[in-house]
């Protein structure tokens, strides 16, 4: 069993759709959780950032994380073209060293 | 500013040839990473150093080193090149342990032939 389990997708939604990303986990130690965007042939850019469990939002993004059934998610509110990209989630236990999910690929058709 | 500098952007090899993937940062981080992303594998983790003279291994170390003799550099060095490490190479620093975020490079595409 993976260490962290994503839907590679692709998602492929219009644009205005409500996005949900996944990810879950098997590691009860993380405590750090984020969520990056990698667009096609770029490096990975953190999106959010969550410690421990709980929501966070910020514009049209929302992270939540449920530590007692080891559940993160991603929800795009107003989804754009411009949020067409590979969305990947990674958590640490430590702070430092990130274990990745294996991205998914979100398509926003105009 | 620059960030997080990698070079080059992209190279072939042949198998048995060797080189060194360069990577700089201009934040005075003292955290830094390198890894390897292959298609519908995610990011996994090759090497990593917490400051300079000091480093240690990652998930998938085998085939690779590192050295970090300043702050500002981390070069990754393939010795003996395998088709396996056909992959995109991506550097990463962070300012401290528990920072919010890693800044990371362009990537290096690497292909070995």
């Known amino acids: 069993q993976k260490e962290v389990e994503q839907d590679p997708g692709p998602l492929s939604v219009p644009e205005g759709a409500i996005v949900s990303l996944n990810c879950t986990y098997s590691n009860s130690a993380f405590q750090y959780f984020m969520w990056y965007r990698q667009y096609s042939r770029k490096g990975p850019e953190l999106l959010m950032y969550t410690y421990s469990s709980g929501n966070k939002e910020d514009g049209r993004f929302t992270a939540q994380v449920d530590k007692s059934s080891k559940y993160i998610s991603l929800f795009i509110r107003d989804s754009q073209p411009s949020d067409s990209a590979t969305y990947l989630c990674?958590?640490?236990?430590?702070?430092?060293?990130?274990?990745f999910g294996t991205g998914t690929r979100l398509a926003v058709r105009p | 500013n620059a960030g997080v500098t990698q070079t080059p952007k992209f190279r072939i090899l042949k198998i048995g040839q060797s080189m060194t993937l360069q990577c700089a940062q201009d934040?005075?981080?003292?955290?830094m990473y390198w890894y390897r992303q292959d298609p519908g594998m995610g990011l996994k983790l090759i090497y990593y150093s917490v400051g300079a003279g000091i480093t240690d291994k990652g998930e998938v170390p085998n085939g690779y080193n590192v050295s970090r003799s300043t702050t500002e550099d981390f070069p990754l060095r393939l010795e003996l090149a395998a088709p396996s490490q056909t992959s995109v190479y991506f550097c990463a620093s962070q300012p401290t342990s528990g920072a919010e975020t890693q800044y990371f490079g362009p990537g290096t595409r690497l292909l070995v032939l």
């Open positions: 934040m005075n981080h003292n955290y």
């Open positions: 990674a958590m640490t236990s430590s702070g430092d060293k990130l274990t």
